[in-house]
Every structure is written in structure tokens, then in C-alpha cells.
């Protein structure tokens, strides 16, 4: 179970594919919670600390652009540690931009529903891979990050 907890919140202290000239004019933070749900069904993040089986993680992933320019051109990419997966639709950002996902480690990444071809009884059959497959989350922004401005991207994972 140590092992379990070191691979989640590890992923806290992962460096994000980003580009600037001077590291000062990007910063980038993750930043792992727990998700409670109480009697009423409310959801309340807690700051993550321990990590059990069932137990949801919201990643949230914040860029700030401490230049006095936008920056054009980042790649935001979330990992799904070992033993946890994606939960479903909870990728999201207030930023307009187009969501991927890997299933091959973050080697290549596709938009959502995840499909491939398979032969099922001598004929062609469309398969959907589920999101407990994919091992990793992307956003491409279509706008840039304006000068002294933050943008938060989240997603979701479920620990096994």
C-alpha cells in the first residue's frame, strides 16, 4: 500500500511538457485531492495525503505565465499512475482546447472514444477501448496563455 501511495502522489512532483525560454516565465504545478462525497451526495477535495483502493484523486494541473506576453504553444499531459485509472468525462478546463488520450504510455494520443478494428468470427468489428485503459491525459490549447494569467486543467483517476 506504501508502494501504491508513492506512485500517486509522486506523480505530483512530475515536470510537465512545456516551453519557455526562461523557466521563471512558465510555472507549472500539479496538485492531487481526494474527492469526498458526503451524506448528501456534496463533493468536498481534500488534499491528498494517503491514497487507499476506491479512493477518487482529482490531479489538477495549473500553468501560470509570468512573462508579460502570451505564450503560444503548450502541451499539457497528466499521467495515470500504475494502479489507478481514468474516470471517465472528468477531463476538463475552462480553456478552449482539444482533449486527448494515450493508451500506449504517452506515445501516441487520440481523441475520445478510443476505437480499434479487431476480426470477431471471420468479420470486422468496431471495438471501443475503455478509459480504464488509457495511461495517459492531454490538452492541446487553442489559445495562448496571456501574460500574468493562470489555466487550471483536472482530471480524474480511481486507485485499484
Do not use: H
Not at 482539444?98 to 504517452?106: C, E, R, T
Not at 471501443?128 to 493562470?150: F, G, H
Amino acid at each position: 500500500m506504501k508502494n501504491l501511495l508513492l506512485i500517486v502522489i509522486g506523480c505530483l512532483m512530475m515536470s510537465f511538457s512545456v516551453y519557455a525560454e526562461d523557466d521563471n516565465l512558465l510555472v507549472s504545478k500539479m496538485d492531487a485531492y481526494i474527492v469526498e462525497v458526503n451524506k448528501k451526495g456534496e463533493e468536498k477535495l481534500v488534499k491528498a495525503e494517503n491514497a487507499v483502493p476506491k479512493d477518487k484523486i482529482e490531479y489538477k494541473l495549473t500553468y501560470t505565465n509570468n512573462s508579460e506576453k502570451p505564450l503560444n504553444g503548450l502541451i499539457i499531459t497528466g499521467p495515470i499512475p500504475e494502479n489507478t485509472f481514468y474516470i471517465a468525462n472528468t477531463g476538463n478546463t475552462k480553456i478552449k482546447s482539444n482533449f486527448l488520450v494515450s493508451i500506449d504510455g504517452g506515445k501516441t494520443f487520440e481523441k475520445e472514444p478510443v476505437k480499434r478494428e479487431i476480426m470477431k468470427d471471420g468479420k470486422k468489428v468496431e471495438i471501443i477501448i475503455p478509459p480504464e485503459k488509457y495511461t495517459a491525459v492531454r490538452w492541446i490549447p487553442l489559445t495562448p496563455i496571456n501574460a500574468k494569467e493562470k489555466q487550471v486543467f483536472a482530471y480524474r483517476i480511481e486507485v485499484k
